[in-house]
């Protein structure tokens, strides 16, 4: 799994499964969010509730913001901006590819 660093505690990345979890934790993030809806791509990997369950189980807070690509909209920017302000740092955010992820935390930088 790869990732990259937007801030100091933000981090963006394509799709994950519930198996990186350990991984994601090891490298000290504490919170995750997942920016892609399950049925984008139904089958394809890890449905947001099992990487939850993965990321409970491993201590790490977790939300659902499912965003449709290309079409971020208002009440996604405030869901994410939301999640920011009361999560804990670092965060790990992933999509399919992690534009998502990286256009979100731009426009609430930008609100």
């Not at 000290?28 to 939850?52: K, L, M, W, Y």
């Not at 992690?98 to 731009?106: I, M, P, S, V, W």
């Amino acid at each position: 799994m790869e990732y990259r660093s937007i801030t100091e505690d933000y981090a963006v990345a394509g799709q994950i499964v519930a198996a990186d979890i350990p991984a994601i934790k090891a490298a000290g993030f504490r919170s995750v969010i997942c920016n892609r809806p399950d049925a984008e791509h139904p089958g394809e990997a890890s449905t947001a509730d099992q990487v939850a369950q993965a990321a409970k189980a491993a201590g790490l807070e977790f939300r659902y913001i499912p965003v449709i690509s290309g079409q971020i909209t208002v009440d996604n920017v405030e869901d994410q901006a939301k999640a920011l302000a009361d999560l804990p740092a670092p965060v790990f955010a992933y999509c399919r590819s992690g534009a998502r992820c990286t256009n979100l935390h731009g426009l609430v930088q930008q609100r």
